[in-house]
């Protein structure tokens, strides 16, 4: 497979290949949090990463949802399909966290009465501002067709994810997604569902099993990793 680097973000780097119409990522041991302020490693959380994508994505599958993953050739590397993304991050929140809790004054861990659905314009220089339907259409990022399907399919992943994960004695506090046109103009999920873009916490004992053990230096940053691979797959790292 021939493959030149496209484009290389915080924690991947996309490469082409010899298909015009597909992709190839890697996943890397880089962390970042607050907007690239903080910076480190973690050891082997692009493998874990990597699998835990893969998993989620053909979970989902299985429940309809279209994605971009195509396969895995290798611990790191993962196959998708190539997509004219939509700059927009899609969060979904069940539970009062991170900044959520501060705008709004709740405490951490503060159950909410439905889902809440927050859009972000996806731009390191701004920030990755919230914004709304307006700004939206205003900007010409999405249409409004694409927007609720954005919203709704957001919604049924959040569903699925949570009603799976509580199996695993996981709560899923929020996470975010990304999704894209494929070549036929349909909009479908991309990026990465791992614990670098979800809060998951312990059901019992409320542990952060996620990227936030970085961001506020709880220490056992692998561990969570590691955790989240075996309750999901069964490996052991």
């Known amino acids: 497979m021939e493959k030149k680097a496209l484009y290389e973000g915080k924690a991947k780097i996309m490469y082409t290949t010899d298909k015009p119409d ?8 880089d962390a970042t949090a607050g907007n690239g302020a903080k910076k480190g ?3 082997e959380k ?5 699998k835990i994508t893969a998993f989620f994505f ?3 599958a299985k429940k309809g949802i279209k994605h971009h993953y195509i396969s895995m050739p290798s611990d790191r590397e993962m ?19 991170g900044s959520l809790a501060k705008r709004l004054g709740v405490e951490e861990g503060t159950k909410m009465s439905v889902p809440i659905v927050e859009l972000y314009y996806k731009s390191d220089e701004l920030g990755d501002p919230m914004i709304n339907h307006y700004h939206i259409k205003a900007l010409k990022l999405a249409t409004q067709d694409e927007i609720n399907q954005i919203e709704t399919l957001g919604l049924k992943i959040n569903d699925i994810l949570t009603k799976y994960l509580a199996t695993k004695n996981i709560d899923l506090i929020d996470f975010k997604l990304e999704f894209g046109r494929d070549k036929n103009g ?6 990465e569902i791992s614990p ?11 542990e952060k099993l ?5 961001r506020r230096d709880l220490g056992n940053v692998e561990d969570a990793y590691k955790e989240i691979l075996r309750r999901l797959t069964g490996e052991v790292r």
Do not use: Q
């Open 79 to 97: 196959l998708v399909k190539k997509l004219d993304i939509i700059p927009l991050e899609v969060v979904l929140r069940n539970v009062a966290a």
């Open 46 to 50: 692009g493998i874990m990463n990597n």
């Open 196 to 206: 670098d873009n979800c809060r998951f916490w312990d059901s019992m004992t409320h």
């Open 186 to 191: 349909e909009v479908i999920l991309g990026d």
């Open 22 to 29: 597909e992709l190839l990522v890697y996943y890397k041991d």
């Open 41 to 43: 490693t973690i050891m």
């Open 58 to 60: 053909d979970m989902l």
């Open 210 to 214: 996620d990227k936030d053990r970085f």
